[in-house]
């Protein structure tokens, strides 16, 4: 993937960042998420749909941003969050694959592949993270992503914090496109969640309208091996 590429992702990320109509800013909520924990258990990496042969630059910017926190021994797990909705790949199994080959453990990157909005990444990916016996807890996603889902975060989990994508760090880090492999995780007689929900279906998902709160996700529920596709959601 080309870096003009992405810078210019990264500018078109922190003009709908810039929006007024949305905060506190993604600095500050760093900096806040810091100053309540030095490190923390797990963070939750929203998914991007993966179209083979390679991420895309949305992919490459969560993915990049949470092996640096990983790195910089910011966080000791990594939730990748993500089913198969618009194509046919589990997206947290994906990043997991990428995070992998970029040098974090297997066993410290968790694929939760239930959620299928933002609102349901943040949701099922922090009670995957509770059912882990993890306490310190935070999102790490692009800033507008952060700000969109700071509300239900906030209203819906307790004690979830926000390291959101800091770009001036992040325009600094190696960018080079790992090789991994992708085939044995495409499912089977996928169908793509814009043919099997009406748009209005897919807007209340999007405002996390389609959640059953008075029912608390098990590990079970939303929880598959990133090796393993065979009990993921798909149309036979």
């Known amino acids: 993937m080309h870096k003009r590429l992405f810078l210019i992702a990264i500018l078109v ?4 960042s810039s929006c007024t109509l949305f905060s506190p800013s993604a600095g500050k909520l760093y900096k ?27 992919m490459m910017m969560r993915v990049m941003w949470a092996v640096h926190l990983y790195k910089k021994g910011l966080t000791k797990n990594i939730i990748m969050s993500g089913s198969s909705v618009y194509s046919p790949y589990v997206e947290g199994a994906i990043m997991k694959r990428y995070a992998v080959a970029l040098g974090v453990p297997e066993e410290n990157v968790i694929v939760e592949s239930k959620a299928e909005h933002s609102t349901e990444n943040v949701w099922y990916g922090y009670h995957l ?26 209203v819906r989990t307790k004690g979830i914090n926000f390291l959101p ?7 600094d880090l190696p960018h080079d496109t790992p090789e991994i492999n992708y085939s044995d995780l495409k499912i089977s007689n996928f169908v793509p969640i814009t043919e099997r929900e009406s748009w209005r279906k897919r807007f209340r998902g999007t405002r996390g309208k389609n959640i059953n709160y008075k029912e608390i996700p098990s590990e079970k529920m939303v929880n598959n091996n990133a090796a393993d596709v065979s009990e993921t959601r798909h149309v036979n």
């Open 13 to 16: 990320a922190t003009l709908f």
């Open 165 to 171: 994508v800091i770009f001036d760090t992040l325009k």
């Open 32 to 58: 806040k998420a810091l100053a309540k924990h030095n490190q923390y258990d797990a963070v939750i990496v929203p998914g991007v749909p993966f179209n083979e042969p390679k991420w895309d630059n949305v």
């Open 129 to 154: 993270a509770k059912s882990k016996g993890f306490n310190a807890i935070a999102l790490a996603t692009d800033p507008f992503q952060t700000k969109m889902v700071y509300r239900f975060g906030k």
